[in-house]
Nanobody, 120 residues
Framework: DVQLVESGGGSAQVGGSLRLSCSAS??????MAWFRQAPGKAREGVAG???????AAADSVKGRFTISRDNAKTTLFLEMNSLKPDDTAMYYC?????????????????WGQGTQVTVS
């Protein structure tokens, strides 16, 4: 089974930046994405990317967050800039084989443990 390990979370000031990483135990994963979940809220898609490099991002993070993956497709990144308090959440990395909607949690079958991001 594929294992995902997130890192890079922490605390940041409003307007600051953080870079999250997700290391996978397998290569050439089809779809990878970042999700987040704040206390009392549903898990929401942040950004997702396929093997062809085509990416999608939630409207709330467009222009501020950038998703990318390395050439071996074993590491996923999320560059987060201009952070806002509303970005505070646990951030999860996920991978799936067939994803009609890369921002839908139900499309993914493997998840990491998450990394906390706090913006204040």
């Amino acid at each position: 089974d594929v294992q995902l390990v997130e890192s890079g979370g922490g605390s940041a000031q409003v307007g600051g930046s953080l870079r999250l990483s997700c290391s996978a135990s397998a290569d050439a994963l089809m779809y990878m994405a970042w999700f987040r979940q704040a206390p009392g809220k549903a898990r929401e898609g942040v950004a997702g990317i396929g093997t062809n490099g085509v990416a999608a991002a939630a409207d709330s993070v467009k222009g501020r967050f950038t998703i990318s993956r390395d050439n071996a497709k074993t590491t996923l990144f999320l560059e987060m800039n201009s952070l806002k308090p509303d970005d505070t959440a646990m951030y999860y990395c996920a991978t799936g084989v067939y994803c009609a909607n890369v921002l839908s949690p139900s499309e993914y079958d493997t998840w990491g443990q998450g990394t906390q991001v706090t913006v204040s």
